[in-house]
């Protein structure tokens, strides 16, 4: 199944989304031997990629084995002796247990003598509108062989535009959970942040274009379990940041060669006091080798009083609130007295007990919604436009804008019809009306729904099913609900005034700006009662 593009602030909020939208719509296939859920052609954006660090719940990530891989790929390696250290699993994907034959390392830093990195700076430098900035990282010349280290993510383009580069990975086969959530995003977030800094721009967006998007059987339970405990709760909302990396590009290599020195110096002996403050001023390069500290004390035995006594040293940094997850996982009592009062404030929202509304899903919600959708459509069939768009479309919305108006001015609700039955009946009617608009317009509607969608759009219930499964994400800001209907109104006298007599773009634009605001209402009135979900009709 083809997929238009997914926006997400960051990379947790795009797995927990994709998980979902794997384990409900993937594909279920057997290839090399394993069964799978797959979604081809998946694009996935994300918005701030320097979000990296994954927080969430039954997740059981390890931010150090993430980060040790990026330092090694950085460093343009691929040797195991040094990696399987930080994720033990690595020889798994090698023929000979001592190096990845793909590794994207030597293949960033030295393909047959070129420095992808140096080659991509230079063009960038020179033309900053440039094309050109593409990185390789498949090989025809000795990929097409049986291996198990083939390499997945196949290129990447660098585009600034408007100030900020933007990033595009392509890759070919893209398991969510060891690949794009277990080291992709955060990875290519590193890099990203790296070259933004040495071209001096701002980092952009990072687009993700997966032929294969999928999930191993192997890992669909925890990934209904991640799916159905996730919440957006994030630590970057508690003024936290990433330790910002500052090292010259002429400086890169000698300083990386020096940050491997100081990290064996670690991992040999972790109770020596580190070195590194005397060696490397980078924030995000002494923090990373302060993790490495911290992961090879706890290996060699330091328990959870000195782990958090190490961890009270750290800055008030994602990875630091990574690491204390991480260690929370099997010492809960360091997080239940952490002196940074960010990462305290930050760990106390993400462990209050889930409400009513937090357990219940929005993949509730949205089947809820689709069940009335077809319920309704399969009795009253084109009714609801038999007479066209001002006697019928508009005028079915304009009676449902006016209950919400009247709801919100005196708070009551008719028998027979709850303020959330309005706001659904409201969603459904705007996502037809765009339906409605693709039928009747010159828009290219692939941008809007995928190849082979059946037509007229809007007489098809698959196509209002695909509507509703992209909606874009909300932001969960507690907004009272009298102001989401204040959006409301002004937003359908904007549609209203504009049918009939603006440019097709123009009226298919407001149309979507509604049907998006009339989702935020069904999701508001549902999260302040979740048991009214059984009630719609």
């Known amino acids: 199944m083809s997929m238009q593009p997914t926006r997400h602030r960051n990379a947790s909020a795009a797995t927990a989304a994709g998980l979902s939208q794997l384990l409900s719509r993937g594909q279920a296939l057997h ?45 343009g390696r691929n040797d195991l002796g040094w990696l399987k250290t930080y994720l033990r699993r690595a020889p798994d994907f090698s023929d000979d247990g001592q190096t990845w034959r793909a590794g994207y390392g030597p293949r960033l830093r030295n393909w047959k003598g070129v420095d992808q990195i140096e080659e991509v700076l230079k063009l960038l430098r020179d033309e900053s509108t440039s094309r050109r900035a593409v990185m390789s990282l498949y090989d025809p010349a000795v990929d097409f062989v049986e291996s198990k280290d083939i390499p997945c993510n196949n290129w990447l383009h660098w585009l600034i535009r408007d100030g900020r580069l933007h990033l595009n990975i392509g890759v070919r086969s893209n398991d969510i959970v060891w690949g ?43 990934a209904e379990r991640i799916s159905a405990a996730f919440r957006p709760i994030y630590c970057y909302d508690h003024g936290i940041g990433s330790p910002k990396f500052s090292t010259p590009w002429r400086d890169f290599g000698k300083t990386i060669s020096t940050w491997f020195e100081l990290e064996a110096e670690i991992r040999k002996n972790p109770d020596t006091t580190s070195q590194a403050e005397n060696y490397i001023k980078d924030q995000f390069l002494k923090t990373s080798l302060e993790m490495m500290r911290l992961y090879n004390g706890a290996a060699a035995g330091w328990d959870g009083g000195r782990i958090g006594e190490q961890l009270a040293k750290m800055p008030a940094t994602d990875l630091t609130v990574a690491a204390y997850e991480f260690f929370g996982r099997k010492h809960p009592d360091i997080l239940k007295a952490i002196p940074h009062p960010s990462i305290s404030e930050f760990f106390a929202r993400y462990q209050e007990p889930a409400t009513s509304s937090d357990a219940a899903t929005i993949v509730e919600l949205l089947a809820a919604v689709k069940s009335l959708h077809k319920r309704k459509d399969a009795a009253y069939g084109t009714a609801w436009k038999k007479r066209g768009e001002f006697t019928s479309v508009l005028a079915n919305i304009a009676r449902k804008v006016d209950r919400l108006a009247q709801f919100n001015l005196n708070g009551t609700e008719l028998a027979d019809e709850s303020a959330i039955d309005t706001a659904v009946d409201l969603f459904v009617y705007a996502a037809k009306y765009v339906l409605f608009l693709l039928e009747h317009s010159d828009v290219c509607w692939q941008e809007i729904l995928p190849n082979g969608s059946p037509t007229p759009f809007s007489d098809h219930v698959v196509n209002f099913d695909w509507l509703l499964d992209h909606m874009p994400e909300q932001v969960l800001d507690k907004t009272p609900i009298k102001e989401t209907i204040n959006k409301i109104i002004p937003a359908f006298e904007e549609m209203h005034d504009l049918a009939g007599k603006s440019s097709p773009v123009e009226r298919l634009r407001t149309a979507i700006k509604f049907k998006d605001i009339s989702f935020a209402l069904i999701e508001a009135l549902y999260r302040l009662d979740p048991q009214k979900l059984a009630t719609i009709r």
């Open 31 to 75: 290839v090399r031997g394993k069964e799978i859920r797959e979604i081809r052609n998946n694009i996935i954006v994300l918005e701030r990629p320097v979000e990296k660090v994954l927080i969430m719940p039954h997740r059981g990530n390890s931010v150090f084995a993430a980060l040790a891989e990026t330092m090694w790929v950085l460093a």
């Open 180 to 222: 794009f959530s277990g080291i992709n995003a955060f990875e290519w977030s590193v890099l990203h942040e790296l070259m933004a800094f040495w071209v001096g721009v701002d980092v952009g967006e990072a687009t993700y274009f997966a032929s294969s998007f999928h999930i191993y059987k192997d890992h669909y339970e925890r």
